[in-house]
């Protein structure tokens, strides 16, 4: 069983930073694509960000374009999304996700029905 672990979650004021990691526990991340998908209270659960085991094109939802950022750091075995600029609306409970990819491939999507493995989730709550 994959086990991914977010961490770096808290409260931030609007305007702030905070930076999420999710790890791979047991497992290397290289061959998987990672997504990064938020929940707000009494809302679906959304796509943020992702990125494909090449690393290339991640994708971002427009509410999130030109604030955050989606990075792999292999030796660390992380899949960091490095949010800036945050607003109250980024309030909610962030998850971390997986599917597998084979070595190489391009681009992704946020789709939930794609991925099968899924972190705990991460309170991140910016206030005004």
């Known amino acids: 069983q994959l086990q991914l672990v977010e961490s770096g979650g808290g409260l931030v004021q609007s305007g702030g930073s905070l930076r999420l990691s999710c790890e791979g526990s047991?497992?290397?991340?290289?061959?998987?694509?990672i997504g990064w998908f938020r929940q707000a209270p009494g809302k679906e659960r959304e796509g943020v960000s992702c990125?494909?085991?090449?690393?290339?094109?991640?994708y971002y939802d427009d509410s999130v374009k030109g604030r955050f950022t989606i990075s792999r750091d292999n030796a660390k075995n992380t899949v960091d999304l490095q949010m800036n600029s945050l607003k109250p609306e980024d309030t909610g409970l962030y998850f971390c996700?997986?599917?597998?990819?084979?070595?190489?491939?391009?681009?992704?999507?946020?789709?939930?029905?794609?991925?099968?493995?899924w972190g705990q989730g991460i309170q991140v709550i910016v206030s005004s």
């Open positions: 990125i494909s085991s090449s690393g290339d094109t991640p």
């Open positions: 996700a997986a599917h597998y990819t084979p070595p190489g491939t391009n681009g992704c999507g946020t789709a939930r029905g794609l991925y099968g493995s």
């Open positions: 047991g497992f290397t991340l290289d061959y998987y694509t």
